[in-house]
């Protein structure tokens, strides 16, 4: 079973402008993060856990080196996200269903697969935090297609 808990900031382009604003403050906190995306502080933490999961940000919100490395160049930044998350081990996965099949399709393959891997995880936590991970994979072909 994987460590990490499944990602529920669903709005991927949120997901990189919340990296961005840890990237580039001192100390940040939840609270930060919430004002600077007028969000609540619930949401400010699914989305540092999102930046997490990514491996982007520690628990302490400081940068992994994986994050400063992919910070260095911030016009690169988003591309370099999708590339993580495009190789990662599970939203890689969804993402070739998302790319491949009908969304309904891709959306109970997503939940197969996740169910496999979070078997603890209840019927509608699966189907919320699968569907917010093909909402990303949705996002990155969006982006793809705009760049033909």
Partial sequence: MMKKLLPQANTLSLVIRT???IANSTNCTLDEIADFND???????YYSNACLFLGL????????????????????????????IIEHELIGR????TA???KNVAIAKGKSLV????PKYGE???????????????E???YMKMRI
């Avoid at 940068?63 to 910070?71: V, Y």
């Avoid at 169910?115 to 979070?118: A, F, G, Q, T, V």
């Avoid at 936590?125 to 093909?134: E, F, K, Q």
């Fill in 19 to 21: 990296f961005r604003l």
């Fill in 39 to 45: 969000f609540e502080k619930r949401q400010a933490s």
């Fill in 57 to 84: 940000i520690n628990e302490d919100l400081s940068l992994t080196s994986l994050g400063k490395e992919i910070i260095l160049n911030p016009s690169e930044t988003k591309v370099r996200i999708y590339e993580l």
């Fill in 94 to 97: 969804l993402f070739s269903k």
């Fill in 100 to 102: 491949l099949y009908p």
């Fill in 115 to 118: 169910k496999s891997l979070y």
């Fill in 124 to 138: 509608a936590v699966i189907d919320r935090r699968t569907r917010c991970l093909i909402g990303w994979c949705e």
């Fill in 140 to 142: 990155i072909i969006d």
